[in-house]
Antibody, heavy 121, light 107 residues
């Protein structure tokens, strides 16, 4: 069974930093497209970032330059380093696998339960 | 980034109704469009990928259509468990982008 479990969320002051972790079981992060998606309280979903083969990464415009996605293959874990945090980064952060093949995709099909980040003074 | 405009933002419907939700992309995305269902306090659930392919285990009353820039999710015969919020997602090019969501509630 594939499982994604996020951790590392919490309360942080504006301008601060936080690192989220996503522990993965049932699939290997080295061969997967691992994404972060967030959802502010009471609002819609926002795609944040992806990391895949060769440590290739992409980010949404709203987090580019502030957030960094990485992975530890030995721990089968993906990370999201969040710096210069702002109030509008407050959200539930999901780790999710995009089931990709070549140039195609079967969709983002596996999601963790999420971890909550609150940015407030 | 590609903008995804989803409509309506909300709708009220009755059990048994046929429901249609649309998503429009700001540029062509071929058929690289997914649909998700989200219930309160839960992670999103993939319903349909590649515009019209049903994810395993999803009831056949859900269907998707479209191509290019205009896409549709149809629920034929709404069931009590279908009251939820629905999102489209373009996975044609990074950054991936979601529609704003459609909340389906009970009339």
């Amino acid at each position: 069974e594939v499982q994604l479990v996020e951790s590392g969320g919490g309360l942080v002051q504006p301008g601060g930093s936080l690192r989220l972790s996503c522990a993965v079981s049932g699939l290997t992060v080295s061969s997967s497209y691992m994404n972060w998606v967030r959802q502010p309280p009471g609002k819609g979903l926002e795609w944040v970032s992806v990391i895949y083969s060769g440590d290739t990464t992409f980010y949404s415009d709203s987090v580019k330059g502030r957030f960094t996605c990485s992975r530890d293959i030995s721990k089968n874990t993906v990370y999201l380093q969040m710096n210069s945090l702002r109030a509008d980064d407050t959200a539930l952060y999901y780790c999710a696998r995009r089931n990709s093949y070549g140039s195609g995709s079967y969709g983002i099909d596996v999601w963790g339960p999420g971890t909550t980040v609150t940015v407030s003074s | 980034a590609i903008q995804m405009t989803q409509s309506p933002p909300s709708l009220s419907a009755s059990v048994g109704d046929r429901v249609t939700i649309t998503c429009r992309a700001s540029q062509g995305i071929r058929n690289d469009l997914n649909w998700y269902q989200q219930k309160p306090g839960k992670a999103p659930k993939l319903l349909i990928y590649s515009t019209s392919t049903l994810q395993s285990g999803v009831p056949s009353r859900f269907s998707g259509s479209g191509s290019g820039t205009d896409f549709t999710l149809t629920i034929a015969g709404l069931q009590p468990e279908d009251f939820a919020t629905y999102y489209c997602l373009q996975d044609h090019i990074y950054p991936l982008t979601f529609g704003g969501g459609t909340k389906v509630d009970i009339k």
